[in-house]
């Protein structure tokens, strides 16, 4: 608690920011507010140019949370709360980015890239290494939130609505934030302990179970009501999909590499096939009813850096391994020789990047928008969020204890808190169809935001008392 | 034409592709005909990414054009003019690109992006080297053309139309394309050329004046006629944004970028910083009836990589740099640092880059595809089209006089020749306001594509002659 006020002292220009952010923007609403209604129709591109970069910058000031520890994502989302519910104060100016479908379809974008840049991040070999302890952790992990959300906290809170919806919220309390867990193992520089290995290996697993309920789940929602039958359809397409997408991908990726390299051998070429390999299997994920994410996301885990080893290296690798090749010989030398060759090896996740940070920020300040905080006004929803929460986290803490001996399991079972962006994908995709209302997705938008708020703290303290 | 001939027997594989292609399409259309059009609302995103990708593969494959010395840019058109041409051959599975709203608006982005990056290229510091030579090529090289094409071409070859019309004939005669005329130059090895140099900034020069025509131009088509007072008005008010923009973004850039890196200084908000430069200045000009890529070509010109001093360098930079501490002061070694400090130094231009890969050739793919050549297959269009394209490029090689003596003038003339994307630009935004006819936009494009397909082989032996 002193450190954080500490460096909240340290840090107070910070306090500035938001203060000259409203002001800004109150400038804004004035000088805007007679010529934009004008020219909405005018130009509807050179608008859309202004909401984006209202969205990015925000979401990356939004990013000094990170300061107190907490995962950048945490930050795009309470902006885009704020952002969203600022015409409860009156101030209508950012109502528009609600609506405007081309940053609806850049969001949608967004998500996709997201789970392609987490399926690149993937390793299949490195699921392998972790091994039965993660995939038990796994499995825990998501029976034991499925079920208690589905079966019991669900129906006790909520009585008398639909099985699906329940269903849907089961789901959500299954998922899992790669993306989060190992951001914070990363900044507590913990990355290469048995926990790390065992939480990552166990949320990748997650991401892959999820992603079927995720399936199964849309499948009944679309239908109504689903036969156990039709569910191990759904569950073999949904396997079958990814593990028919990986085998392709290894058999034809380097043959497409090499055939497109003869054709340009350059960089963006390279882009261009990898960025294309994730839309085209989300699109087709979603030609067989599967989610396009699932497609993006068994996109990425297909594509490997020896498929583009028929590309010109990155120019700056290119330009220093021919001046190292002047060099004599030496171990420093070679080493030196090797960090560069790995960062021409690693070239297609930062090829990547720069379209990650462009839109999947977009999705999670969109995502936090079209949270409505008037529904949480009601003491009763809050109660209820609260209440999905600590069954959340139990379900979560419940699966650290199958990590086995020779383990901090409460570690374990904290990094597995998380929802993060799966979750939100989940609620985003349950509320699309129809299943969840505007006040369970607002209370359900509060426990992901309450489980990814409270892992950073909480895995700090029990990391540092571990040392 | 040997050369050319023996390059594309050795390279024959390359002839499979667009068969390739074209089967591979047939059998899309065939498999898709039914699903397609049941599924097309079903989700408009996912569909988008089918789109998204072909645009993005045949733009890539299209740039096969390279190995026989023509810019990427061609391909792309020409690739684009096929997809879009294809319904004349029965084959309708394109169509709904066309008219596709998302598309369209990262086609408009994509040209945003496009000038932005120019602007970037282009150092202010530059443009005052290479001085009076280029500043005088850049002023014949914008005047003959107009001149000739808004007086005396336009008038002649298409009588009874309006002045506005015969204006953005002129105009569009005026445009040098920077990136078609460096490329070939850097593809030849010829950058550091006397001649380079003066082609290079004239372009650039060309590039400004170019843009004030613009806005002058669509002033004019928007207000009916505008009085010379008025075009003074635009012009001074062109001129003021342009030293606006640089000036303010000298005095704030570096400030705001030491504000937000106080925030966070990582690449992801040195990205968006940039980006966001560019397309709030996109907006800007639009609201003060500027194109908006005059808005992103100015945030170019401003940005520098001083501004972004307090940011942390890219991975690698940082990585490779701590490496070096380790090694003895030789001078191989000092070398080696600077090299890899200019990589650190260039990461504005390479973060946007990826940017650029995706988003750019949709534009030049989309406005291909807008081409009908239907009106084309009137003879008439095309012998004007001839006509024009003739003056085009007298226009232009007139500049080449003004280089002064010690100068190879033809090769700074034929530099000058290719109106590539500026030209299209024009063009677009002249149909897109009901000025330039379906006609006069097919005759137009085909004067683009011949003035930019001419300049590479004739370049290309004026060069070797020299030598």
Known sequence: ?????????????????????????????????????????????????????????????????????????????????????????????????????????????GVVILLFQIGLESQIDEMKKVGMRALLV??????????????????????????????????????????????????????????????????VIDDVLGLIILAVVSAMATAGSVELGEIGIIVIKAFAFLAGAILLGQLLAARLGKLFAKVNAGVGMKFTLVICFGLLLAYFAQQIELAPIVGAFAAGLMLDSVHFRYFKDPKIVAELREHMKGYEQTEANQHLLKKIEKHGRRHIED??????????PIFFVATG????????????????????????????????????????????????VPRGEVGLIFISIGRGLGVISEELFSALVVVIILTTLITPPVLAVLLRRQK
């Open 351 to 360: 090829l990547i990047e720069p379209i990650g940070h462009f839109l999947v």
């Open 138 to 203: 796994a499995i825990i992990g998501v029976v034991a939130p499925f079920v208690s959300g589905t079966y019991l906290i669900g129906p006790w809170l909520f009585p008398g609505l639909e099985t699906t919806t329940y269903i849907f919220i089961g789901a959500t309390l299954a998922a899992t934030s790669v993306g989060i867990t190992a951001r914070v193992f990363r900044d507590f520089k913990k990355l290469q302990t048995k926990e790390a290995r065992i939480v990552l290996g166990a949320a």
């Open 369 to 416: 928008m079209s949270v409505n905080l008037e529904s949480l006004f009601d003491v009763k929803i809050v109660l209820l969020a609260l209440g999905i929460t600590a069954v959340a986290i139990i379900g979560k803490m419940v699966s650290g204890l199958a990590a086995g001996k020779g383990v901090n399991r409460m570690i374990v079972g904290i990094g597995m």
């Open 1 to 109: 608690m002193n450190s954080l006020v500490s460096r909240l002292l340290k840090n107070w220009e910070m306090l500035l920011l938001p203060i000259l952010a409203v002001l800004a923007f109150q400038v804004m609403t004035n000088v805007f507010a007679s010529d934009g209604s004008e020219s909405a129709g005018h130009s509807d591109a050179a608008t859309t140019f202004l909401w984006l970069a209202i969205v990015l910058i925000a979401a990356k000031l939004s990013s000094f949370v990170e300061k107190f520890g907490q995962p950048a994502v945490l930050g795009e989302l309470v902006i885009g709360v704020i952002l969203g519910n600022l015409v409860l104060l009156g101030l209508n100016f950012f109502e528009p980015i609600k609506t405007n479908p081309h940053i609806i379809f850049l969001s949608e974008l």
